[in-house]
């Protein structure tokens, strides 16, 4: 059917199709080309009308996260908006983790001005000349699924739809919308569009039926079959059928650098996140959502075991070098893939002593690694500077099954258990860092009465513009548990170094430049003066307890409160 509504301009045409088409927040990092948003959203308001909830985040790195993370946990895409060129620059590695992890989103930025006349919206500031790019799309095109500039106001109900249509359709992802400002302060008296909109995602894929059959039958056959993983709990309803076709096959999971938590770390079968330990006695291999399957150098598959990659792009074709074997694809929603491969392994059956035995011995190198988790955890206990495995174990020991926690670089989530879906999320795999904070924000606004930790390297907290953060979290009312592991330094930076020359100069002199973080700050600080609660932790004995105020915090006075865990030696 067609609805009809009064509108004044195009910008104001644009939200009420945004509302309508259920977004719930409109993330904006304001400029100057924002005036006719603006103007429209006040229209509204004066007239009860409805509008996505308009949520004022002052960095772009914030913004985009915020969007990342309400969509990871509720599945809906929301829109970010940033200020044309610039603020597409700042948000691109926001961008980039959302494409390479299949997050839909919204993603517009204004533009300057097209015209320099007496057109409403046209340049009349010297930045509207100085910030037009000839091609403003280009610093996204590589990351986004499709990109347009709304050039007639009277397109734009075809440019919402279609962008929306087209960032949730299997493999998700952002696409990028151009708004400029002549175009949204288009005078526009009515808007009239489609409700349901006429426009909707291409339908789930699911593999081809020959296809998974081959599959189950190697598997039902395999000796000593291994399943990896890293992003198949971004499709929840994979979760249980998962663990049924593991238990129908003995099959043991490991949840390799796990993106979205895809297997309960508590089950028999769970084998971990090292795939290295035991893809070298593997002859068949699963690689589920999972774009770096098993480590080329530490312990690949051997050469006669058959590799089956499974996802909604099983190839990875964006990447633009990829050489793990694929010697079957199957192509679909990781749930569809799952639940035909239990359907054709219960057709084909399974040796029923071979599956015994096999799930026997797994849960019994499932209960030794466990141990050995444990064991390493407790041993650290009295260790100074604090060790990553005792905090990871402390949080764990702390949080309850329904607490989300959003990891980037802050906890060895070996330590950690997770038992439901969507309770545990990593940064993307493309790993630009400063993710989490504004993910975290993100998933708190999209569940608010659960608890959400939130646990980063110090490097990863400052990329992730912290004061923004923080007063993001203060002003909407987003209580979130920081816990910065802050051993002033760059990790990841001295590991890839010690990889690519583990007798080299920078391991035998312990001159490494470009890794240290110092001095280090007093990052529970930055917290406070938002109004939170901060704390230093640095005896290892204080850590239990010192988790439990902040919890406290952040469960009964809702508000904020950071840990700021120090793991170096101290002067």
């Not at 010297?126 to 347009?148: H, L, P, T």
């Not at 500077?385 to 905090?391: K, M, N, R, S």
Request: charge should be negative; glycine fraction near 8%.
């Amino acid at each position: 059917m067609i609805k009809r509504v009064p509108t004044e301009t195009v910008a104001d045409a644009y939200l009420e199709l945004l509302s309508s088409r259920g977004i719930d927040y409109f993330f904006g990092i304001g400029g100057t080309d924002f005036s006719p948003i603006v103007e429209a959203y006040a229209r509204r308001q004066a007239n009860e009308m409805p509008v996505p909830v308009p949520i004022t985040v002052p960095h772009e790195t914030v913004g985009v996260a915020m969007a990342h993370g309400y969509t990871m946990v509720t599945g809906r895409p929301q829109v970010v908006m940033v200020h044309t060129v610039p603020g597409t620059a700042n948000a691109v590695c926001g961008v980039v983790n959302a494409s390479r992890a299949n997050v839909p989103m919204l993603f517009t930025a204004g533009r300057s001005p097209i015209s320099e006349g007496d057109l409403p919206g046209a340049r009349d500031i010297d930045i509207g000349w100085a910030q037009e790019s000839f091609d403003q799309a280009a610093m996204v095109r590589e990351w986004v699924k499709w990109d347009y500039e709304l050039r007639i106001g009277s397109d734009v109900e075809t440019a919402v739809d279609r962008a929306l249509a087209i960032a949730t359709s299997g493999p998700q992802g952002p696409v990028y919308l151009v708004l400029p400002r002549e175009s949204l302060a288009h005078a526009s008296e009515e808007v009239a569009y489609s409700d349901p909109p006429r426009i909707h995602a291409a339908a789930p894929t699911a593999p081809d039926r020959a296809a998974v059959r081959l599959a189950a039958r190697k598997l039902a056959e395999a000796r000593d079959p291994l399943l990896v993983t890293r992003a198949s709990g971004a499709d929840p309803d994979c979760f249980a059928p998962l663990i049924e076709l593991a238990e129908a096959l003995a099959l043991p999971v490991v949840d390799m650098r796990s993106v979205h938590n895809g297997f309960p770390q508590d089950h028999p079968l769970h084998a971990g996140g090292n795939a290295a330990a035991y893809a070298p006695d593997a002859d068949v291999i699963v690689a589920l959502e999972s774009d770096v399957p098993w480590s080329l150098k530490d312990g690949g598959p051997r050469e006669d075991a058959f590799t089956i990659s499974m996802g909604e792009d099983p190839l990875f074709q964006r990447y633009p070098i990829r050489g793990f074997s694929a010697d079957l694809a199957l192509t679909g929603r990781p749930s569809l893939i799952v639940r035909a491969l239990l359907e054709e392994v219960a057709a084909i059956g399974v040796d029923e002593d071979v599956r015994r035995s096999r799930f026997a011995r797994w849960q019994a190198e499932h209960e030794k690694r466990r141990s050995l988790i444990e064991s390493r955890a407790l041993a650290a206990a009295r260790t100074t500077p604090i060790d990553q495995a005792w905090l990871s174990y402390c949080i764990g020991q702390a949080l309850d099954d329904d607490t989300i926690v959003l990891n980037e670089l802050g906890f060895d989530a070996n330590y950690l258990t997770f038992t439901k879906p969507q309770t545990y999320f990593s940064h993307s795999p493309a790993g630009g860092l400063g993710w989490a904070l504004g993910a975290a924000l993100g998933a708190k606004l999209a569940t608010p009465d659960r608890t959400v930790v939130c646990g980063v390297g110090d490097g990863s907290y400052l990329f992730g513009a912290p004061a923004s953060a923080h007063l993001a979290s203060r002003a909407y009312d987003l209580p979130v548990l920081w816990v910065v592991f802050n051993n002033a330094h760059w990790g990841s930076v001295s590991r890839a170094t010690d990889r690519l020359a583990p007798n080299g100069w920078a391991a035998s002199t312990g001159f490494r430049p470009f890794t240290d973080i110092t001095p280090p700050l007093d990052y529970e600080m930055v917290c406070q003066a938002a109004g939170g609660y901060g704390e230093r932790v640095s005896d290892p004995s204080e850590l239990p307890d010192a988790i439990e105020r902040a919890l406290n915090v952040v469960r009964t006075e809702k508000r904020q409160a950071l840990l700021n865990v120090i793991a170096y030696n101290e002067p």
